[in-house]
């Protein structure tokens, strides 16, 4: 019993490539690890043989080609230009932001101070609150455009080292269709 057990599997070669495949008891159709190919398990009188059942075929390959280039260079090109014009825009919202926060706070703390020292207390703090406010705004202001900045600026970069890498793949190209020609 033991023994059979052991004997259940057999150690056979890719009828395409070569490569040692492993063919179990109950295995009919098996792929080959090497080439893909998949073969058909043949048992006629106590023996067994692999024939090809299918051959690899290229449109995987091409598939993943397609999979590993989804945007061309155009699309790349066009896509940094417009991620610069949003970086752009996002510099031109920190400074608007930060010198309309910095000039209401400014004039809200300054007014409170002279409310204060006029001794309308109430009007005064209101004028503090409202500063304080504006410097808070002032501080998000920032903050936020730091972030989306600096995410986008990871997206340029991501896009300028794909452009890079594609416009090496196609010199690389030209260089072996020149080779081979
Ligand atoms: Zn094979």
């Given at each position: 019993m033991e023994?059979?057990?052991?004997s259940r599997s057999m150690l056979f070669?890719?009828?395409l490539c070569?490569?040692?495949?492993?063919v179990n008891d109950d295995t009919s159709?098996?792929?080959?690890?090497?080439?893909?190919?998949?073969?058909?398990?043949e048992r006629r009188h106590g023996t067994i043989?692999?024939?090809?059942?299918?051959?690899?075929?290229?449109t995987t390959k091409s598939q993943d080609r397609k999979l590993r280039e989804p945007l061309s260079l155009g699309k790349l090109t066009k896509e940094l230009v417009e991620l610069k014009q949003e970086s752009s825009t996002i510099r031109g919202r920190k400074i608007v932001?930060?010198?309309?926060?910095?000039?209401?706070?400014?004039?809200f703390g300054y007014?409170?101070?002279?409310?204060?020292?006029?001794?309308?207390?109430?009007?005064?703090?209101?004028m503090l609150v409202c500063a304080a406010a504006a410097f808070g705004f002032?501080?998000?202001?920032?903050?936020?455009?730091?972030?989306?900045?600096?995410?986008?600026?990871?997206?340029?970069?991501?896009?300028?080292?794909?452009?890079?890498?594609?416009?090496?793949a196609d010199i690389q190209r030209l260089f072996r269709n020149g080779h081979l020609d």
């Open positions: 023994l059979s057990e052991v070669r890719c009828p070569n490569a040692d495949i492993m159709l098996l792929t080959c690890q090497g080439c893909q190919a998949v073969s058909i398990v043989a692999l024939k090809i059942h299918t051959k690899p075929t290229n932001g930060a010198f309309a926060g910095g000039i209401c706070g400014t004039l007014m409170g101070s002279l409310d204060l020292i006029g001794k309308d207390f109430g009007s005064g703090v209101t002032l501080r998000f202001v920032m903050r936020d455009s730091a972030a989306s900045a600096s995410s986008i600026n990871g997206k340029i970069e991501e896009i300028e080292f794909q452009i890079a890498e594609r416009q090496k």
